[in-house]
């Protein structure tokens, strides 16, 4: 933040350029004393404190309020108030409470409000080492104010954005804000303009983790200021997109009711005009609505969505938004991260060089499991190895299947590598106990120890960079364990070759020095003996490989938006085959942000690999590539991914390594952070897409016919053949007790090997809507003429009524059966595949013979008992529209496999 009456925003963002000498007067401050208590107070009174401004909430009844912000739903209230100024009181009661049952649904799924804010802002809540007036003092970090000089050793977190003007073989882990896979080196020095983010060595941003060493830093911004504040007003600036199933359930829902009251005004209009009372044409007004609106559409919509987040949970995949169920079936490009998601986010070692000889090894992450090809038995390698046991200042702590780092992770790497060789650090470390140690330092760039043997004699161990050790050795190892000269030129090609492939490589010496050396001069570190080399690299997750080969195959672009380095993100990029011939180019940062803006939708499109960029670049480019008409699913999991995810048409956090920031933001949460469930999520996603549109089909013959019925009524004059209650009864249990059993539907074959569904497509295809008039129609045929025909024969009207409400019902059994394949024949289809259809069958039949034949229902619903003869003409019925609706699905599927073989 800026300090009282000085404007230091521009220089606030130039620090890491700046000399400690301008940047200790420019925040007027002292590097030693630091500031006095007075002028910390002053400063913090007017500054305000070291936390992240909270962002708005929405409370519990603007989020009830919303589940009746829906057209439909205007439409079911004004019929309600209409059916109860006609005096029908049961009637308009129930109308109410199907809108109230449909609200509380939504209501009680509705995903959690937004965290992220609170969950970022919690992130500062720290405690922190000042020096204020020459004496150290143990502080709450929110009282931190620009100036303030701040002591760090490992362990401890940034409290703030901070210059240092001091470190002692620093290394910070800013993995969360970064993307880097390691922790960075830090030192005071000088650094050019428009050094990037993830390499200004002489900063620290809040959030980060000290993993070694000791460092003195003067803040020089606190709380929104900070580069996690920055990140903060992104999250809450970022607007959260509505889904592609919203989207289209909107305009389908506008549209429907246009519909609706454009037909229920004619219904009032022409009744009137022929001379039929007010008050009868307001109730077939009413009753054509109600009709023709779903009703249960939200809520078989919700219940649909929440079976999908089940599947999808046994499937290690967390769903957090409703909507996002579906979004994952319509996503067309995944943007996902590298670290931890396409890869281990477990530095391995991976090759080793000893002795001239190489070694491949097998297995990722910290677990011992994997072993060494060929096999580990020269004396050579196992010299390499104990090496990077003993120059080791990492150890691992936890059981093998979940063990944690204390330390740096490439020393970690060190330990499991010699374990997977049969060696046991603990017992090395114990046998041969340190005995000084020269620590690692970016301008020596190595580190040693010396160790004491069991019969007195002394050696020194190093390790560091491969130049470095190469300068300080005389002589190599052989396959043996024999001495001889030093072929350089050969260690440095292979070194080239490694590095290549994206190894981190480091080299190992040794030398033995004078019993009774107690202490590590780096004079004594002469005319080393080279070990070997081990390279190593957080590999790829053998099972993401696949999962992206099945997302491309589906037709789904996968793009990689990394803050690691390019050299790194080309390589493993190779090694998944993305970009058009499996060798990608790769954008970085800077790169993105020279290029023209006119230009960066179809560098966006083109690219498949971003490499170093920073926050605001992650977000441009989600929101360029939903600008060119894509769903976009953006994978990360630290805080830096943050504003992506929730710009995102579905954010995907990782559950395991991810910040509780991006979890926070995210749509979905893998519990096992693997790039390999996403595919799978997508694969749920597409049937729970499919399910619905099934559904939708389903459900609407029923609206419209039950609509037709009312229209043809008026327009002939008649007695109305259903009630507006008993359009209710239909609408409610056919979508409750039949159509829900279509949310069970298991996944169809070949679902991930066809396209996306594009966002431009509708819910309902020309041919899909076909079908629905075609039903449509034959129920208004069926339930108007059985309607007529039982008045003609003599039965009262609530009689004639039953028996076309039962036709309604029994259509929609039949229907059922033909909707579990929308292409396919039902015969084609397991009858058992699905057990809830069955289930449903016979439920909605057991209602409808208590709405026929119960006394309390026959009351409630203007129904009556219909003689067993009238159920065998309903039957029928059902039986026809059945066979109609299976030879148009055949004749569809011959014409079909005609044009392809055409």
Same mark, same amino acid.
């Given at each position: 933040?800026?300090?009282?009456?000085?404007?230091?925003?521009?220089?606030?963002?130039?620090?890491?350029?700046?000399?400690?000498?301008?940047?200790?007067?420019?925040?007027?401050?002292?590097?030693?004393?630091?500031?006095?208590?007075?002028?910390?107070?002053?400063?913090?009174?007017?500054?305000?404190?070291?936390?992240?401004?909270?962002?708005?909430?929405?409370? $519990?009844?603007?989020?009830?309020?919303?589940?009746?912000?829906?057209?439909?739903?205007?439409?079911?209230?004004?019929?309600?108030?209409?059916?109860?100024?006609?005096?029908?009181?049961?009637?308009?009661?129930?109308?109410?409470?199907?809108?109230?049952?449909?609200?509380?649904?939504?209501?009680?799924?509705?995903?959690?409000?937004?965290? *992220?804010?609170?969950?970022?802002?919690?992130?500062?809540?720290?405690?922190?080492?000042?020096? /204020?007036?020459?004496?150290?003092?143990?502080?709450?970090? *929110?009282?931190?104010?620009?100036?303030?000089?701040?002591?760090?050793?490992?362990?401890?977190?940034?409290?703030?954005?901070?210059?240092?003007?001091?470190?002692?073989?620093?290394?910070?882990?800013?993995?969360?804000?970064?993307?880097?896979?390691?922790?960075?080196?830090?030192?005071?020095?000088?650094?050019?303009?428009?050094?990037?983010?993830?390499?200004?060595?002489?900063?620290?941003?809040?959030?980060?983790?000290?993993?070694?060493?000791?460092?003195?830093?003067?803040?020089?911004?606190?709380?929104?200021?900070?580069?996690?504040?920055?990140?903060?007003?992104?999250?809450?600036?970022?607007?959260?997109?509505?889904?592609?199933?919203?989207?289209?359930?909107?305009?389908?829902?506008?549209?429907?009711?246009?519909?609706?009251?454009?037909?229920?005004?004619?219904?009032?209009?022409?009744?009137? %005009?022929?001379?039929?009372?007010?008050?009868?044409?307001?109730?077939?007004?009413?009753?054509?609505?109600?009709?023709?609106?779903?009703?249960?559409?939200?809520?078989?919509?919700?219940?649909?969505?929440?079976?999908?987040? $089940?599947?999808?949970?046994?499937?290690?995949?967390?769903?957090?938004?409703?909507?996002?169920?579906?979004?994952?079936?319509?996503?067309?490009?995944?943007?996902?991260?590298?670290?931890?998601?396409?890869?281990?986010?477990?530095?391995? %070692?991976?090759?080793?060089?000893?002795?001239?000889?190489?070694?491949?090894?097998?297995?990722?992450?910290?677990?011992?499991?994997?072993?060494?090809?060929?096999?580990?038995?020269?004396?050579?390698?196992?010299?390499?190895?104990?090496?990077?046991?003993?120059?080791?200042?990492?150890?691992? $702590?936890?059981?093998?299947?979940?063990?944690? %780092?204390?330390?740096?992770?490439?020393?970690?790497?060190?330990?499991?590598?010699?374990?997977?060789?049969?060696?046991?650090?603990?017992?090395?470390?114990?046998?041969?106990?340190?005995?000084?140690?020269?620590?690692?330092?970016?301008?020596?760039?190595?580190?040693?120890?010396?160790?004491?043997?069991?019969?007195?004699?002394?050696?020194?161990?190093?390790?560091?960079?491969?130049?470095?050790?190469?300068?300080?050795?005389?002589?190599?190892?052989?396959?043996?364990?024999?001495?001889?000269?030093?072929?350089?030129?050969?260690?440095?090609?292979?070194?080239?070759?490694?590095?290549?492939?994206?190894?981190?490589?480091?080299?190992?010496?040794?030398?033995?020095?004078?019993?009774?050396?107690?202490?590590?001069?780096?004079?004594?570190?002469?005319?080393?003996?080279?070990?070997?080399?081990?390279?190593?690299?957080?590999?790829?997750?053998?099972?993401?490989?696949?999962?992206?080969?099945?997302?491309?195959?589906?037709?789904?672009?996968?793009?990689?938006?990394?803050?690691?380095? $390019?050299?790194?993100?080309?390589?493993?990029?190779?090694?998944?085959?993305?970009?058009?011939?499996?060798?990608?180019?790769?954008?970085?940062?800077?790169?993105?942000?020279?290029?023209?803006?006119?230009?960066?939708?179809?560098?966006?499109?083109?690219?498949?690999?971003?490499? /170093?960029?920073?926050?605001?670049?992650?977000?441009?480019?989600?929101?360029?590539?939903? *600008?060119?008409?894509?769903?976009?699913?953006?994978?990360?999991?630290?805080?830096?991914?943050?504003?992506?995810?929730?710009?995102?048409?579905?954010?995907?956090?990782?559950?395991?390594?991810?910040?509780?920031?991006?979890?926070?933001?995210?749509?979905?949460?893998?519990?096992?952070?693997?790039?390999?469930?996403?595919?799978?999520?997508?694969?749920?996603?597409?049937?729970?897409?499919?399910?619905?549109?099934?559904?939708?089909?389903?459900?609407?013959?029923? #609206?419209?016919?039950?609509?037709?019925?009312?229209?043809?009524?008026?327009?002939?004059?008649?007695?109305?053949?259903?009630?507006?209650?008993?359009?209710?009864?239909?609408?409610?249990?056919?979508?409750?007790?039949?159509?829900?059993?279509?949310?069970?539907?298991?996944?169809?074959?070949?679902?991930?090997?066809?396209?996306?569904?594009?966002?431009?497509?509708?819910?309902?295809?020309?041919?899909?809507?076909?079908?629905?008039?075609?039903?449509? #129609?034959?129920?208004?045929?069926?339930?108007?003429?059985?309607?007529?025909?039982?008045?003609?024969?003599?039965?009262?009207?609530?009689?004639?009524?039953?028996?076309?409400?039962?036709?309604?019902?029994?259509?929609?059994?039949?229907?059922?059966?033909?909707?579990? #394949?929308?292409?396919? #024949?039902?015969?084609?289809?397991?009858?058992?595949?699905?057990?809830?259809?069955?289930?449903?069958?016979?439920?909605?039949?057991?209602?409808?013979?208590?709405?026929?034949?119960?006394?309390?229902?026959?009351?409630?619903?203007?129904?009556?008992?219909?003689?067993?003869?009238?159920?065998?003409?309903?039957?029928?019925?059902?039986?026809?529209?059945?066979?109609?609706?299976?030879?148009?699905?055949?004749?569809?599927?011959?014409?079909?496999?005609?044009?392809?073989?055409?």
């Amino acid at each position: 933040m800026a300090l009282p009456d000085q404007d230091t925003s521009a220089a606030a963002r130039e620090h890491h350029e700046l000399p400690v000498h301008e940047v200790v007067v420019l925040l007027g401050t002292h590097p030693e004393t630091g500031l006095t208590d007075a002028e910390a107070a002053r400063r913090l009174d007017a500054i305000g404190p070291n936390v992240l401004p909270p962002g708005d909430r929405r409370g $519990a009844w603007r989020r009830l309020l919303a589940q009746f912000n829906h057209p439909l739903i205007y439409v079911l209230l004004v019929a309600a108030a209409a059916t109860l100024l006609l005096g029908e009181y049961v009637d308009g009661a129930v109308i109410v409470a199907v809108v109230l049952v449909n609200a509380g649904i939504g209501f009680v799924q509705e995903s959690r409000a937004e965290l *992220a804010l609170e969950a970022l802002t919690s992130i500062v809540r720290t405690e922190s080492t000042v020096v /204020r007036e020459g004496r150290r003092h143990r502080i709450p970090s *929110a009282e931190l104010v620009p100036g303030d000089a701040v002591l760090l050793e490992a362990g401890d977190r940034v409290p703030a954005d901070l210059r240092f003007v001091a470190a002692r073989e620093l290394q910070v882990d800013e993995s969360a804000l970064t993307g880097e896979s390691v922790p960075a080196d830090k030192s005071p020095v000088e650094l050019p303009p428009g050094t990037v983010l993830g390499d200004r060595a002489n900063m620290g941003y809040s959030t980060g983790l000290v993993t070694r060493g000791q460092g003195r830093g003067v803040v020089v911004t606190t709380g929104g200021d900070t580069e996690i504040g920055r990140i903060h007003r992104l999250v809450g600036d970022a607007r959260v997109l509505q889904t592609p199933l919203t989207r289209k359930i909107d305009r389908f829902s506008r549209i429907l009711t246009v519909a609706i009251l454009a037909l229920a005004a004619l219904t009032f209009l022409l009744g009137t %005009v022929r001379g039929e009372s007010v008050a009868d044409m307001l109730t077939a007004a009413v009753a054509l609505a109600v009709g023709a609106i779903p009703e249960g559409l939200p809520a078989v919509v919700t219940i649909t969505l929440a079976i999908g987040v $089940a599947r999808m949970a046994r499937r290690r995949a967390i769903i957090r938004r409703l909507p996002a169920v579906e979004t994952l079936g319509s996503t067309t490009v995944i943007c996902t991260d590298k670290t931890g998601t396409l890869t281990a986010n477990a530095m391995t %070692v991976t090759a080793l060089v000893a002795g001239r000889r190489e070694w491949s090894v097998s297995g990722t992450g910290y677990s011992p499991e994997g072993r060494l090809d060929p096999a580990p038995d020269a004396p050579a390698l196992r010299e390499c190895l104990v090496a990077g046991v003993l120059c080791n200042d990492t150890r691992l $702590a936890g059981p093998d299947g979940a063990r944690t %780092v204390v330390g740096d992770p490439t020393e970690a790497a060190l330990l499991v590598v010699a374990e997977k060789a049969g060696l046991d650090p603990a017992a090395l470390r114990a046998s041969l106990p340190r005995v000084d140690a020269v620590p690692f330092d970016s301008d020596r760039r190595y580190m040693a120890t010396l160790h004491r043997h069991p019969d007195g004699r002394t050696v020194a161990y190093v390790k560091g960079a491969v130049e470095r050790l190469l300068g300080m050795s005389a002589t190599e190892v052989g396959a043996d364990g024999s001495t001889g000269p030093l072929d350089a030129a050969a260690v440095h090609a292979r070194t080239e070759e490694m590095t290549a492939g994206a190894l981190r490589v480091l080299a190992f010496g040794r030398v033995d020095l004078p019993p009774g050396t107690t202490t590590l001069d780096p004079a004594l570190l002469q005319d080393l003996t080279l070990l070997g080399l081990q390279g190593m690299v957080d590999p790829p997750r053998p099972e993401a490989i696949d999962a992206v080969a099945a997302c491309r195959s589906a037709g789904i672009q996968v793009k990689m938006i990394t803050g690691d380095h $390019a050299g790194t993100a080309r390589a493993i990029a190779e090694r998944f085959g993305l970009g058009e011939d499996g060798h990608p180019a790769v954008v970085t940062g800077r790169e993105l942000a020279a290029h023209p803006p006119e230009d960066l939708s179809a560098l966006a499109l083109r690219t498949a690999v971003f490499a /170093r960029v920073d926050p605001e670049q992650k977000l441009r480019l989600v929101e360029v590539l939903q *600008a060119q008409g894509h769903v976009v699913a953006m994978t990360g999991d630290g805080v830096n991914d943050a504003p992506a995810l929730r710009r995102a048409d579905i954010g995907v956090a990782m559950g395991l390594g991810g910040t509780e920031v991006a979890k926070e933001a995210a749509d979905m949460v893998l519990t096992d952070d693997d790039f390999a469930t996403i595919e799978a999520a997508v694969e749920e996603g597409r049937g729970v897409f499919d399910n619905l549109r099934k559904f939708i089909t389903f459900i609407l013959p029923t #609206s419209f016919g039950q609509g037709l019925v009312i229209l043809a009524a008026v327009a002939l004059a008649t007695t109305l053949p259903i009630l507006p209650v008993q359009i209710l009864w239909v609408n409610m249990t056919t979508a409750v007790a039949l159509g829900l059993a279509l949310a069970f539907e298991p996944l169809e074959q070949g679902i991930m090997r066809r396209p996306p569904v594009l966002p431009s497509r509708p819910l309902l295809t020309g041919e899909l809507a076909g079908r629905i008039v075609l039903v449509s #129609s034959l129920m208004l045929v069926g339930a108007f003429g059985l309607f007529e025909w039982a008045l003609a024969q003599g039965h009262p009207v609530p009689t004639a009524r039953t028996i076309a409400v039962n036709v309604f019902v029994v259509v929609q059994v039949a229907y059922l059966l033909t909707c579990r #394949s929308l292409d396919r #024949s039902v015969l084609s289809i397991g009858p058992l595949r699905n057990r809830w259809v069955l289930a449903g069958m016979v439920a909605m039949l057991g209602l409808q013979l208590l709405f026929t034949y119960a006394p309390w229902m026959n009351r409630l619903f203007h129904s009556a008992p219909v003689d067993p003869v009238w159920w065998l003409w309903t039957t029928g019925v059902g039986v026809v529209v059945f066979l109609v609706v299976e030879t148009e699905k055949w004749a569809r599927g011959r014409l079909r496999a005609e044009q392809r073989t055409g």
